[in-house]
């Protein structure tokens, strides 16, 4: 007999809806009005990073912005259930998530802006190196998750991706391991309904892409992904569990990218405006702000205390990113091996030569 | 700057000017109109008409039979186009960047490679892998690979680089009709370069090409490096040294006869190529040339490559790229005292 309990709901679970309407749910409780303040504070942190990251990208501050706009509420709960010993493994997407682990926002931001392919030190924050080639940080999330059930720790690992991501070979191997192996891992995907131009459609015929767990022996449930008060019940409990051995998770949260792929893509090419407008109305802010304020526990003068921090945020983010420091040419060879190489070095020296010849304007 | 190029096209009827990336549109089109077994897939190549353009208006030309979107699974591509091939159809796919292709290697270098020769020559198997390549667009990690010695170590494949749109418009043309499977490099740096096509010009894989005459030196070059060769000889020619130039077009199989020839003819060699130095396509070349060249060379063949790190970050770049300084320090290392 098919485990039945392990099917997710064939309705996301939203315990706040678009209008900002409380539903009660008997299995995920609605947290605290305090806790879900604290939340709101950093969606309000998060959605200033994505604009201020839109204006970056575009004065050429920024090699490249994939935005999580619209995805704020995914980005705030995946870092919120984790403990700090806990790690997360994001993609090129979860920049602001990397933030709110504690990274520094212009570190955070190194990759996208083309200095270095990481700009923190992963031990520091718990946090892995954002991955950009799909799914493949979610076979080093297992193996994490391994190593610490084979060291007897209580680590739980989130590992990110998105319902692109999940037609990978690598997606599949890494919810087989993960169940076969019964670890500590929630996998949450972020179904944002785009994979740049190919819609959802395209990527699965699954009745949703929470029912893939089923088959791998794990649980799987589906999530409103602009709902943070539902993210942070849906996605704890998948922390709990797993912390508590039992075993791994699957959570699809239905969410929506508001802005193209990145800067570089024309989302004019490949879906109407009318769809993004729809998806206008159930902006997480917007509902969890009027949620908020119907229960008394926000109110004008905390608003405007978030505003002003997440108006310095962005201005460190922008003071830092407008800075021009001269790249270290010497870094491309420093870290290729534990040791350099004798190889190496010779390179490295050859370049030197030309750089002091340049400066000293000998250069043929 | 002159070219010497035997299928230059005169200006006329059939001759247009395009960039590469309008070039490789129009040999798709114009291969899924002469060949109704071709399809074309990949990610991001129909509605988009993938993040180049390459495959821009395929989809709403021929429909979506022939030219459609799959999930996001490189060895799914290259695996069902397996198998595509082997139904007799001749699969057209797009990876969507160097880096990207690497989930697909198993089916390129387990099966893509070896399909022929294990059922001796009973399936043969008629694909083209576009793989967009190389760097110098100041893309994040991860899209900038030159990924082509992976490539050209496996035997049974054939490798394609092409430099200009003539050559891209030609070669992808002959790629698709080739009986093998083909790996058809496409310099991203390149694609908006613009140069006339001749679209009843026709290339012939497997062929070299010399770019530029020239008695001192010989340039070797193929995809990214072309530009710089060329590029290096002016500046050579401006201080009296003439410097020949050769476009390798097809990696694999290798064009011995025009690069010896080449050599040969002035007795000095400098290799270019973008990629990482160690056991890179430039080797090869060098190593070929030093065996088969070696009483017509006055100096060692050197090699003007990458770095032996991976691919710079955007801000990195510049100091990473061979560049025309780095061409003509090799040069001017070629014994030419006495
Ligand atoms: C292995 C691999 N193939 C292709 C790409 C190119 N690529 C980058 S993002 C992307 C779409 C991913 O969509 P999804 O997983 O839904 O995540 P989203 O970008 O929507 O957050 C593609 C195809 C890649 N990064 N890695």
Redesign the interface.
């Known amino acids: 007999m098919p485990d039945r309990t392990l099917l997710p709901r064939n309705v996301p679970v939203q315990l706040i809806d678009a209008a900002g309407t409380e539903h009660p749910d008997e299995v995920y409780p609605t947290a605290s009005p305090a806790v879900l303040t604290e939340g709101y504070r950093s969606l309000v942190i998060s959605r200033r990073v994505n604009d201020q990251c839109y204006s970056l990208v575009r004065q050429g501050r920024l090699a490249v912005y994939p935005s999580s706009q619209g995805q704020e509420a995914c980005q705030v709960a995946a870092v919120s259930v984790l403990d700090d010993g806990d790690w997360l493994f994001p993609t090129y997407r979860d920049s602001v998530a990397v933030m709110l682990r504690g990274v520094a926002p212009a570190d955070a931001m190194t990759l996208l802006k083309g200095d270095w392919h990481c700009g923190y030190n992963p031990h520091e924050f718990r946090v892995a190196p954002q991955s950009t080639p799909l799914a493949t940080q979610l076979l080093h999330a297992v193996g994490f998750a391994h190593a610490a059930v084979l060291k007897g720790e209580p680590t739980v690992v989130v590992a990110l991706c998105g319902e692109g991501a999940t037609s990978e070979g690598d997606f599949h191997e890494a919810m087989n391991f993960a169940a076969v192996f019964h670890l500590p891992v929630v996998f949450f995907v972020q179904n944002n309904r785009f994979a740049i131009s190919v819609p959802l459609s395209r990527q699965s015929a699954a009745e949703s892409l929470a029912h893939k767990a089923v088959g791998y022996g794990m649980p799987g449930e589906q999530v409103d992904g602009n709902d943070l008060a539902a993210l942070l019940a849906v996605l704890g409990s998948a922390v709990d569990r797993a912390r508590a051995g039992g075993g791994p998770s699957l959570v699809e949260a239905h969410t929506y990218r508001m802005q193209a792929h990145t800067n570089a893509d024309d989302d004019t090419r490949y879906r109407d405006s009318a769809e993004v407008q729809e998806w206008v109305a159930r902006d997480p802010l917007v509902r969890l702000r009027s949620y908020l304020r119907g229960k008394d526990a926000l109110d004008d003068t905390t608003e405007a205390a978030f505003a002003a921090e997440a108006d310095e945020v962005a201005a460190t983010l922008r003071t830092a990113l407008n800075a021009d420091i001269a790249p270290d040419a010497a870094e491309l060879f420093r870290h290729v091996y534990a040791t350099s190489t004798p190889q190496l070095e010779e390179q490295w020296a050859s370049l030197q030569g030309e750089l002091e010849r340049s400066a000293e304007g000998t250069t043929p | 700057m002159t070219m010497l190029r035997e299928d230059q096209p005169q200006v006329g009827a059939g001759v247009e000017t395009l960039s590469m990336a309008a070039a490789l549109n129009r040999a798709l089109a114009d291969e899924l109109a002469a060949d109704d077994r071709v399809v074309v897939f990949g990610?991001?190549i129909?509605?988009?008409?993938g993040?180049f353009r390459i495959t821009d208006g395929l989809t709403a030309r021929f429909g979506e039979k022939r030219c459609f979107?799959?999930?996001?699974?490189?060895?799914?591509i290259v695996g069902s186009a397996v198998g595509m091939a082997m139904n007799g159809l001749r699969p057209v796919v797009e990876m969507q960047f160097d880096?990207?292709a690497?989930?697909a290697f198993e089916q390129v270098v387990s099966h893509v490679a070896k399909m022929g020769n294990r059922t001796r020559g009973a399936v043969r198997l008629p694909i083209v892998i576009r793989i967009p390549y190389a760097g110098g667009i100041?893309?994040?990690?991860?899209?900038c690979d030159s990924s082509e010695a992976y490539y050209v170590h496996t035997p049974g494949l054939t490798v394609v680089a092409p430099s200009n749109p003539q050559d891209a418009y030609s070669l992808l043309r002959e790629a698709i009709r080739f009986p093998d499977p083909v790996i058809f490099l496409e310099p991203k740096k390149l694609y908006w370069a613009k140069g006339s096509v001749d679209v009843s010009s026709t290339a012939t894989i497997g062929s070299a090409q010399v770019v530029r005459e020239g008695t001192d030196a010989t340039l070797i070059a193929y995809g990214t490096s072309v530009p710089i060769a060329l590029e290096a000889a002016d500046a050579a020619a401006a201080e009296g040294r003439s410097l020949q130039v050769v476009d390798l077009r097809t990696l694999s199989p290798f064009d011995d006869a025009t690069v010896d020839a080449a050599v040969r003819s002035t007795g000095r060699a400098v290799v270019i190529a973008e990629a990482p130095g160690?056991a890179s396509m430039a080797s090869e070349v060098a190593a070929r040339i030093s065996e088969r060249c070696f009483s017509w060379l006055e100096a060692p063949v050197r090699r003007v490559t990458g770095?032996?790190?991976?691919y710079?970050?955007?801000?990195?770049e510049h100091?990473?790229l061979p560049d025309v300084?780095?061409v003509?320090?090799a040069v001017?290392s070629l014994y030419w005292e006495d």
């Open positions: 990610e991001d129909g509605a988009l008409g993040v979107d799959t999930p996001i699974a490189e060895a799914g880096a990207f690497y989930p100041g893309g994040v990690e991860h899209h160690f770095f032996d790190i991976p710079a970050p955007p801000k990195l100091f990473y300084d780095r003509l320090d001017d």
